[in-house]
C-alpha cells in the first residue's frame, strides 16, 4: 500500500507547498548572535499573542518546559503536576536530571486538576520537606485526550499559587486547539501562568520549533538554559518563516481536525468491543479502550496497519488516534472502515 492515513500523532504532519515557499524565500542571521531577522520576528509575534513581555524560540516543546522549569526553580524544590502530565513522563525523566527537582504528582480528572488538589498539596514552611516552588498545568492535556483547561480552574490555581510565592508553568504544547475550540483567545489562557510553551510542529504543521513566554527577565534566564542545554541556533530563521507561515494561515483550520476527531469517536463507538465517550473529544486527539475486543494494542495498530492505518497504542488496552492538517475527512471515512473490518459493527 502506497500511503498510509497517519493517526500516530500531529507531529507527523509535513510542510505545505506554501510553507516550504516561505522558508525558502525567509531572510537569515545568527540567531545566538540576536541577528535573525526572521526569529526576531516570531518570538515578537507569539509574544504578541500570548501578551506576554518577550518570547524565545527553541528547537522542541520538551526544551520549552525544561528550560522553564529549570528558570523558576532551585535545585532540591518540588513542583506540582498532575500524575500524566508530558512534562512528567514523556521528557526523560529531565526535571531530575537537568533541574534536580522532584515532581509531586497529583491524579486529576482526564488530566485537570481542582484547585483545591494543588492547595491541599503545597509544602507547609518546614525543613523536612522539600520547598513547593511551580505548578505544571498542560492544555490541552495530551493524556486526558486533548482535554481543555477550564478558563476559571486555571484562574484559581494561578490566584492560589501567587498567594503561596508559586510560580506556574503553562505546557501549552496544544494551546492553539484550545483556543479554536473554544474561541478564547490564546492570551486569556495565557495570563494565568508566569511562562508558557506553545508548539509550532504539532497541529500548525511547522517542521520544528516551539516557543516559550514571559516576562523579559524571565526570558532573559530562560536563554541562558537554552545556550546551556544546547539549543543555541545559527541560521534558524529557515524553521522560524515556516512557524509565522503556521500562525497566520493553519490557526483557524484546527477547527477541522476537531471535526474530524469527534466523527472518529462517534464512528468508533458503534463498533464491537470498543469503550470510548464522544463528548470526551473537545479536540483533536481520541483516545478509546479495547479491552472487550480481547486484543492488545500492540495487535491492533499491527491490523490497522495492514489496511493502510497508522495508529499509537498507548498501552496494552487504550489507543490514542490523533488528527491533523494531513488527514482528511475522507480519509476518517477510510480509517472508519478498517476499523469495523478489524472489530465489526454492534449489533
Not at 500570548?50 to 518570547?55: G, H, I, P, V, Y
Not at 520544528?208 to 542545554?229: D, E, N, Y
Not at 518563516?241 to 469527534?262: F, S, T, W
Request: glycine letters at 10%.
Amino acid at each position: 500500500m502506497n500511503k498510509f492515513i497517519d493517526l500516530r500523532s500531529d507531529t507527523v504532519t509535513r510542510p505545505t507547498p506554501a510553507m516550504r515557499q516561505a522558508m525558502f524565500e525567509a531572510e537569515v542571521g545568527d540567531d545566538v548572535f540576536g541577528e535573525d531577522p526572521t526569529v526576531n520576528t516570531l518570538q515578537e509575534k507569539v509574544a504578541g499573542l500570548l501578551r506576554k513581555e518577550a518570547a524565545l524560540f527553541v528547537p522542541s516543546g520538551t526544551m520549552a518546559n525544561q528550560i522553564s522549569i529549570k528558570s523558576h526553580t532551585q535545585p532540591g524544590d518540588e513542583v506540582i503536576i498532575e500524575s500524566s502530565s508530558h512534562s512528567y513522563n514523556f521528557e526523560g525523566g529531565a526535571g531530575a536530571a537537568l533541574s534536580g527537582i522532584q515532581f509531586h504528582c497529583l491524579k486529576g480528572a482526564r488530566g485537570i486538576l481542582d484547585p483545591s488538589q494543588i492547595e491541599e498539596a503545597i509544602r507547609p514552611d518546614d525543613h523536612h520537606f522539600p520547598v513547593t516552588k511551580l505548578v505544571c498545568l498542560e492544555n490541552t492535556h495530551n493524556r486526558g485526550g486533548g482535554t481543555i483547561y477550564p478558563l476559571e480552574k486555571m484562574a484559581e490555581i494561578y490566584r492560589i499559587a501567587q498567594s503561596k510565592g508559586l510560580f506556574v508553568h503553562l505546557d501549552g504544547a496544544r494551546l492553539w486547539n484550545a483556543s479554536i475550540a473554544t474561541g478564547i483567545h490564546p492570551h486569556e489562557y495565557a495570563q494565568w501562568a508566569d511562562s508558557v510553551s506553545v508548539c509550532l510542529s504539532k497541529g500548525l504543521g511547522a517542521p520544528i520549533g516551539s516557543l516559550v513566554a514571559g516576562t523579559k527577565s524571565f526570558i532573559h534566564r530562560v536563554h541562558r538554559f537554552r545556550k546551556m542545554f544546547g539549543g543555541g541556533m545559527r541560521q534558524v530563521g529557515l524553521m522560524a518563516a515556516a512557524g509565522i507561515y503556521a500562525l497566520d494561515h493553519h490557526l483557524e483550520r484546527l477547527k477541522e481536525d476537531h471535526q474530524n476527531a469527534k466523527r472518529l469517536a462517534v464512528g468508533l463507538k458503534e463498533l464491537k468491543g470498543i469503550s470510548i465517550e464522544p463528548k470526551h473529544v473537545e479536540t483533536n486527539i481520541v483516545i478509546f479502550d479495547i479491552t472487550e475486543t480481547g486484543m492488545t494494542g500492540a495487535q491492533v495498530a499491527e491490523a490497522t496497519k495492514k489496511e493502510g492505518i497508522l495508529i499509537h497504542a498507548f498501552s496494552k488496552t487504550q489507543i490514542r488516534l490523533v488528527t491533523h492538517l494531513d488527514v482528511s475527512d475522507g480519509d476518517i471515512e477510510e480509517a472508519l472502515k478498517a476499523f469495523e473490518k478489524i472489530f465489526g459493527k454492534k449489533r
